[in-house]
């Protein structure tokens, strides 16, 4: 596996290649971020991920600077998978000057569900996706970029850009992997205490239950949605989560779902100091 600190280095090594497929990370790799490299080795010339914990999206209180940061073994686990070439620039390298110049999604999408509890998220994601998608598809005539469904409302953030911008990128979303007792796999959980791991589960079990809950009710889902909802948050509440929402809504544009939509239904709480999300499409 080739290593790339800078653009420079980066741009010699992806030259003779014509259709790299991405896969950008934060690193802290567990199974998810390596099945999305398995997904990419089939859709690419040369498999490229990145690692890069980027700054701009962490609010003030959260996690930067203790976010888990475990280089070896990332490096490990990527050349035991096959990845051609890592990128991993410092801050200096992909931030040379204050970031004034800023992506900013559309508020519609961007400013409801994660935007509303993470002000300014999706504008640090987009910005920064951005700047790796110029650093490894410039002057590619085409590319591919794998993320996964788990950020549901991130990948449509991405997806939403590239159209938006016509860049020739697919976005390609994987599903999201999960332990055996069908908790979502994050970098976060390692935050877990032991029995806060064992109670983790019950996010996935209460979204799971709002979806056949909603489906149930059939055309009196935009009625009795709101009330399903607030049964969730409050079952989760009781069993000492604090959650800042579980919604129903239209896959299509994350709006508020009608008889017949196809539907997603999102949630993200916190249990104890770690903040988890998840989503089950029905």
């Known amino acids: 596996m080739l290593i790339a600190r800078t653009l420079v280095e980066l741009r010699q090594h992806l030259q003779r290649f014509e259709r790299p497929a991405f896969v950008p990370t934060m690193g802290n790799l567990h199974e998810g971020h390596l099945t999305l490299l398995r997904h990419a080795k089939t859709l690419g010339d040369l ?41 991993a620039p410092d801050e200096a390298e992909l931030y040379p000057q204050i970031q004034t110049f800023k992506v900013q999604p559309d508020p ?37 970029a794998v993320f996964g469904k788990k950020d549901y409302q991130q990948l449509m953030v991405i997806r939403q850009m590239v159209r938006q911008f016509a860049l020739p990128i697919e976005i390609s979303g994987v599903d999201t992997c999960r332990a055996p007792d069908g908790l979502a796999l994050s970098s976060r959980n390692g935050y877990l ?61 994350l709006q508020a779902p009608q008889a017949g939509d ?21």
């Open 47 to 87: 498999s490229v991920a990145s690692i890069f914990v980027n700054r701009l999206q962490f609010l003030p209180h959260e996690d930067f600077d203790s976010y888990p940061r475990t280089w070896a073994g990332d490096c490990a686990k990527l050349e035991a998978e096959g990845c051609d070439l890592l990128f």
């Open 193 to 253: 205490s032991g029995d806060e791991r064992a109670e983790a589960v019950q996010l996935s079990m209460a979204l799971s239950q709002l979806g056949l809950a909603a489906l149930a009710t059939g055309a009196a889902l935009p009625s009795q949605l709101p009330l399903l909802e607030a049964e969730a948050m409050q079952t989760l509440r009781q069993r000492g989560w604090q959650p800042d929402y579980l919604t129903v809504r239209r896959r299509q544009d």
């Open 108 to 144: 519609v999408l961007a400013d409801i569900l994660e935007g509303q509890f993470r002000p300014g998220f999706f504008t640090g994601v987009s910005t920064v996706v951005m700047k790796l998608f110029m650093a490894v598809f410039a002057g590619k005539a085409k590319g591919v």
């Open 262 to 282: 196809a539907m997603v239904v999102l949630g993200a709480a916190k249990l104890g100091k770690t903040r988890l999300i998840d989503n089950l499409e029905v």
